[in-house]
């Protein structure tokens, strides 16, 4: 299913509609502020094994990310001291994906790996899902192979074309973008940026 929204003025309905999939253990595709990504409730283990098959990677080697809905909430699934709190602060909502160490309060899936990986997208989209849902979304991008057409990582249309029998339900946002958020890593002493991609941070 393809469903068109909006930055603002959505049907409630339709909104409640992608959080029943959600609680469900359903798979969406959605934008982000940067590339469109694939995602699930991230406290509901099989959709989580569900995203890591389409995808082909084993979650106990690879970093998984949620997307929370504001910075309070980030707090319950990792661990945030005061410098790093003060550094989400100043570049949050944004194209950044901060790597923190976990709390017990993620699935066991992600406990193996011992970090997560946080996204606050400036998106309204995605982050009023999160706020409905009053859960993070797992996230990932999408599976894509080297030499793809770009545009079926951007367009809504040509992405539900290709993903559709995999997911429950792919969001119309607009055209996606191509670059990747910018991966910092907080669980050393010092912020440190492992790939540089769409945000610059902003550190003081």
Known sequence: MLLKLYEKNNDPNDLQEIVDILNDGGLIIYPTDTMYAIGCHSLKERAIERICRIKNIDPRKNNLSIICYDLSSISEYAKVNNNVFKLMKRNLPGPFTF??????????????????GIRMPDNHIIREIARMLDAPIMTTTLPHEANEDMEYLTDPELIHEKFHELVDL??????????????????????EILRQGKGWLEES
């Not at 670059?179 to 890593?185: A, K, Q």
């Open 99 to 116: 790597i923190l160490n976990g709390t017990n309060r993620l699935p066991k899936i992600f406990r193996n790996r011992k970090e997560v």
């Open 170 to 191: 792919v969001i119309d946002g607009g055209i996606g973008e191509t670059e990747p958020s910018t991966i910092v890593d907080c669980t050393g002493d010092e912020p």
